[in-house]
Nanobody, 117 residues
C-alpha cells in the first residue's frame, strides 16, 4: 500500500507564491514518475507537472514558466508556484506511478489552493 500526503495549500492573492509538498509512505521503494494534477470547479482534472525518470519533466501549458516541480528520489515531490493567478484555483493532487503512466495509479487526497484577485 502506498500513501501520498499533500500539504502547503491555502489562500493567496494573485501574484503571490505557494509551495506544495507531497510525502510518500508505504511499501514501495521506487516510483518512476511523480507529480501533480489539479481540478478546478466544474472542470476536468488536468496535468500540472510530472517528473519521470523515463519521460523527463512535463508541465501543463498554463503553468509553464511559473511553476517548478522537484522531487526527492521516490520519497517526496514538491511544487513551487509563483505568479499565481485566480485561474490556478483548484484542488491539487499528488500523483505517482512505478512505471510512469500518466496519470499514475497512486493519488493523494488533494489540497485546496485558492487565488484571490
Amino acid at each position: 500500500q502506498v500513501q501520498l500526503v499533500e500539504s502547503g495549500g491555502g489562500l493567496v492573492q494573485a501574484g503571490g507564491s505557494l509551495r506544495l509538498s507531497c510525502v510518500v509512505s508505504g511499501s514501495i521503494t521506487f516510483l518512476d514518475g511523480m507529480g501533480w494534477y489539479r481540478q478546478a470547479p466544474g472542470k476536468e482534472r488536468e496535468l500540472v507537472a510530472f517528473i519521470s525518470h523515463s519521460r523527463g519533466t512535463n508541465y501543463g501549458d498554463s503553468v509553464k514558466g511559473r511553476f517548478t516541480s522537484t522531487r526527492e528520489r521516490s520519497k517526496a515531490v514538491y511544487l513551487q508556484m509563483n505568479s499565481l493567478k485566480p485561474e490556478d484555483t483548484g484542488i491539487y493532487y499528488c500523483n505517482a506511478d512505478p512505471f510512469s503512466r500518466l496519470p499514475g495509479v497512486y493519488w493523494g487526497q488533494g489540497t485546496q489552493v485558492t487565488v484571490s484577485s
